[in-house]
């Protein structure tokens, strides 16, 4: 294996042996040191034996070791040739971000931090397999799966603002919820409006800096009023879906001819890859929904203390998913598939995809940093759409598996040290906090400051915590 700097900030394994394409690795010299440790070069490199694999195969500056395709991994495929895997998506599909702008100061907010904190730990449930008031029959949940967002704003539970400001307007196509089977549907029926565990939250925020004026002001963040950010996805009922595809595609196709029997896949024009594609648009739109509950949620429990909020949504950002995208390759623009796993989509300026309001500046980004760090709001560019298939990174990205954290960290350590910031938390789960400390992860700031650096996503704002609650 040779790995060579090509340039600053980037990496590259030549193509040898069965490679198709060479691997690109995303990273400074620190991070690049940390994604050594792990299996994450070994697992992209896997990647490229696949079918119809082009250009390269990337590695984000947050990645780390996952299933099949490092998290933090970004492939894609032609769609005559090629396969779609539902390890290189990701169990956890459209696992996502979304921030939420408002019109609180921060000065009110903290004479009401614990009250809301309470509140909102009230009324949006989370851990593993926990259920909340949503639960819906098949038929709804039927509907929910086909026309996501569209459902939650026939219901009220979410504005036109809301839809427009949701990747690809919160409904992915094509999509057929009898390709969900009724186990996945049983897991996710009462899971709508809930965070589950992990490294789920909704998070309080005050804007600590402002790296562009003008796109911030458009994003509509102001640095005397505090945000709102939540990351959560599509529980029990993508985690099976993914589960469901990955146990079909072995007994149809196998993994003999896989370097990994983690990146079973099916050709993207098979039958099994197409129902698998409506079954994980299906799940995506699930999750699209969830935060949607989430968010009307917490719009509920702020109207407690605070009647004349106004929390609007500036976007909202999908993780874990294989998408049809126009790219350019070799100076031919074609429709590839691409999988992004724990990876965001940062398209430049012009993209049809993106809403009017942001089609002159790109795609909104965020990154969250690890409950006691800091998040970030970034701008998609055109150098994305370049070199990296109009992707950056989606998070810190970890460096000690859950099992290492509880061996080597402490829960009152990590609420001494969140006091000491002046960050109050609200959790389930002391297990669910240590695996999710922040000395499990990499530097976010390192990881931004790659990205801005590359040009794959520009730094528009930093946020601090101020109140979470964790999954």
């Known amino acids: 294996m040779k790995i060579k700097k090509i340039s600053e900030n980037i990496y590259e394994i030549e193509k040898e042996g069965k490679m198709n394409v060479p691997v690109r690795i995303f990273a400074s010299e620190k991070l690049f040191e940390k994604i050594k440790e792990d299996k994450t070069i070994e697992q992209a490199i896997n990647s490229t034996y696949l079918q119809g694999i082009v250009k390269y195969a990337l590695v984000m500056p947050d990645a780390h070791q996952g299933y099949g395709l490092p998290i933090g991994g970004v492939i894609a495929f032609n769609i005559k040739e090629g396969i779609i895997s539902p390890g290189a998506c990701g169990y956890d599909i459209n696992c996502g971000v979304r921030l939420l702008t408002t019109n609180i100061p921060k000065t009110e907010f903290l004479k009401k931090r614990d009250l809301i904190l309470s509140e909102i730990y009230k009324n949006i449930p989370s851990g593993v397999g926990r259920g909340g008031e949503f639960s819906f029959p098949e038929k709804e949940l039927n509907e929910i799966l086909e026309k996501g967002m569209l459902w ?11 839809i427009e400001n949701t990747e690809d307007k919160g409904q992915l196509k094509p999509v057929d919820s009898s390709k969900v089977s009724q186990k996945a549907k049983a897991r996710g029926k009462d899971q709508l409006g809930t965070l589950g565990a992990g490294n ?40 099976q879906t993914a589960s469901d595809y990955i146990q079909k595609m072995e007994k149809i ?11 079973i896949c099916a050709p993207i024009e098979s039958e099994l890859g197409k129902d698998y594609r409506s079954a994980m648009n299906a799940a995506a739109n699930f999750a699209f929904v969830n935060r949607q509950l989430i968010t009307y949620q917490a719009r509920e429990s702020f109207k407690k203390y605070f009647p004349k909020s106004e929390i609007n949504l500036v976007y909202d950002v999908a993780h874990n998913i294989a998408k049809f995208e126009e790219h350019e390759i070799n100076g031919k623009k074609q429709i590839l598939c691409i999988h992004r796993k724990g990876a965001t989509r940062s398209f430049g300026p012009g993209r049809k995809e993106l809403p009017s309001k942001y089609q002159k500046m790109g795609q909104p980004i965020f990154i969250p940093g690890s409950m006691g760090t800091c998040s970030y709001a970034l701008i998609g560019t055109s150098k994305a759409e370049e070199i990296s298939f109009a992707s950056t990174a989606h998070g810190a990205g970890r460096i000690l598996s859950r099992t290492s954290a509880k061996k080597n960290i402490s829960a009152e350590q990590i609420q001494k040290d969140l006091e000491s910031r002046n960050i109050k938390i609200k959790t389930g789960s002391m297990k669910g906090l240590i695996e999710e400390a922040p000395e499990a992860y990499k530097d976010v700031n390192e990881v931004v400051r790659v990205s801005h650096e590359l040009g794959i996503g520009n730094l528009v704002a930093k946020f601090k915590p101020l109140a979470v609650m964790k999954g």
């Open 253 to 263: 196709y196998s993994f003999k001819n896989l370097p990994d029997r983690e990146l």
């Open 200 to 239: 789920h939250f909704v998070e309080i925020q005050e804007i600590e800096t402002i790296y562009d004026n003008e796109i911030a002001k458009a994003f509509g963040i102001d640095k005397n009023n505090i945000t709102i950010m939540i990351h959560t996805g599509s529980r029990g009922l993508g985690h």
């Open 152 to 162: 939650a704003l026939e219901k009220k539970y979410a504005s036109q603002n809301d």
